[in-house]
């Protein structure tokens, strides 16, 4: 869509009100809405100024004009508001020089591809992302001095399976058990039509889904898996999927959370990535006849992906909450090695289907609290350095990796167990990222700055409620 035909939207549509969103470092929608009456062609270039210094990561306050410039290609009609409302993602940009602002988690991802087909290693990366996320009744948190809790709630629990009824409802049972949610029909999966709605919603706005379904944890536990994109596009679909998940669950009076690990001694949520790189119409990873179809090309990708596997965490894998997911158990990829339809390795390769089209690598590490422009263009660079200096990874394993014996388990590297030691390794490992300039020595300085400081931190110093459990008494 050019400026031209949005502008022509806009008077079609009716549209009174232009919604303007970006994303933050972390990977949060900001948004801020003007007249359609004072909107016109010249911002696609000249672009409408808004406050930096109030948004996390962005500027300090003596430097705090920035301009947000609309991409005519993702305006879409906002299903939620009930003023007609259009919305456009933004790029951010310098006011004074106008060029794109390095710390705009999109210019990095535009950034990526550029330097993508610079390389001369493909034209193309097409990414399709599984998000899996929590569906629940209810949730309350707090936080202060003298105290710390949380309390979250779902109809379909399997802890309320002895629970009386409420307001003069009955408990009618058909409650998921724990880590058996995989595909059950209704009545046991409550929510085909909240999903469905979700799936619907994301269609009417340009997004394409591929299926959706319940996943393994009881309480509500649910992937919608969108269809493949280029990786700013996909990006893009990602942070209108939490737009539109979060929305519609609200209109069916439910909450999403797409926390990693919001229920203990159950399934996380992950984000397994499937990735490949096309040229001239064809796929570069697909080679008939070697192990699992893999091309030597997918091959050193993947030597990439697992070589730069702790520091791409923390752009993967990014929060506190990721790590009490990452653990052993629970289908945690936490072995860093390759293996076709193997779930317990980091990198999966799926085997559904022989088709050159379908061939691809699936990393299984990381999750839905990623901001997807960084995580997804992270995942490109480290896999184009893999290609670029041949990087070999281990042998594959097509074993079950949690039967494996002492002797060979000792042979699997695993994943970093926190956020502290994934952050290290950004900061000891990062020269991959800053090739083609998509990231910057600022950008990552000022993630691992926001991380250490407003996260780690934050979590660190705080006693946890557990603690008093076992502690108490001392």
């Known amino acids: 869509m050019t400026p031209k035909e949005v502008m022509k939207l806009i008077k079609d549509e009716g549209i009174q009100v232009v919604d ?20 016109d062609e010249s911002a696609f270039t000249e672009g409408v100024g808004f406050d ?22 993702t305006a879409f009609v906002d299903p939620f508001t009930q003023i007609q409302t259009l919305s456009l993602i933004c790029d951010v940009r310098d006011p004074v020089h106008h060029t794109m602002y390095s710390r705009d988690p999109r210019r990095v991802a535009k950034q990526a591809e550029v ?3 610079a390389s001369g290693l493909g034209e193309r990366a097409y990414f399709g992302p599984e998000a899996e996320f929590y569906i629940l009744d209810s949730i309350r948190f707090d936080q202060s001095y003298n105290y710390g809790y949380y309390h979250l709630d779902s109809e379909e629990g399997f802890w309320n399976s002895g629970k009386e009824g409420e307001n003069g409802k009955r408990n009618l049972g058909y409650k998921p ?6 595909f059950p029909v209704p009545p046991m999966d409550s929510l085909q039509d909240v999903r469905s709605d979700m799936m619907l919603t994301l269609e009417r706005i340009g997004v394409g889904v591929e299926v959706h379904h319940h996943e393994v944890g009881t309480a509500g536990q649910t992937e919608i898996d969108l269809r493949f994109d280029t990786l700013t596009r996909m990006a893009d679909n990602l942070m209108k999927y939490k737009y539109v998940t979060k929305n519609v669950a609200r209109r069916h009076g439910k909450t999403v959370t797409f926390m ?31 192990y699992a179809d893999l091309s030597e090309t997918a091959v050193h990708y993947i030597g ?17 909450n990721s790590y009490r997911r990452l653990v052993p158990g629970y289908e945690a990829p936490i072995n860093l090695i390759y293996s076709q339809r193997n779930r317990s390795a980091c990198v ?51 074993k079950d ?14 994943t970093p167990g926190s956020l502290e030691e994934v952050l290290h390794a950004l900061e000891n490992d990062h020269e991959f990222l800053l090739k083609g300039g998509a990231f910057t020595e600022d950008l990552i300085e000022t993630w691992l700055e926001y991380k250490r400081k407003k996260e780690l931190d934050a979590v660190r110093l705080r006693p946890h409620p557990h603690e008093f459990a076992l502690y108490f008494d001392v």
């Open 304 to 320: 990439g992906i697992l070589t730069h596997a702790p520091a791409l965490l923390a752009f993967c894998a990014p929060t506190t």
């Open 348 to 398: 999966r390769i799926p085997v559904y289907s022989r088709s050159e089209k379908a061939k691809r690598i699936e990393f299984r590490c990381p999750d839905p609290s990623a901001n997807p422009y960084l995580a997804l263009s992270a995942m490109l660079l480290a896999g184009l350095d893999g290609i670029e200096k041949k990087l070999m990874p281990p042998a594959p394993i097509d």
């Open 401 to 414: 990796l949690y039967d494996l014996s002492p002797t060979e388990k000792a042979e699997v590297k695993s």
């Open 115 to 117: 330097y993508l087909q």
């Open 177 to 182: 058990r724990y880590k058996e949610g995989y």
């Open 260 to 290: 990693p690990k919001p229920i203990f001694m159950d399934n996380g949520s992950g984000m397994h990535v499937h990735q490949s790189i096309w040229s001239n119409g064809t796929n570069l990873f697909y080679s008939k006849g070697r």
């Open 52 to 73: 930096g210094s109030s948004i996390r990561g962005f500027q300090v306050i003596n430097e705090s004009d920035m301009l947000l410039v609309p991409d005519p290609g």
């Open 20 to 39: 303007l969103k970006f994303v933050d470092l972390p990977g949060l929608w900001q948004h801020f809405s003007i007249s359609a009456r004072e909107f």
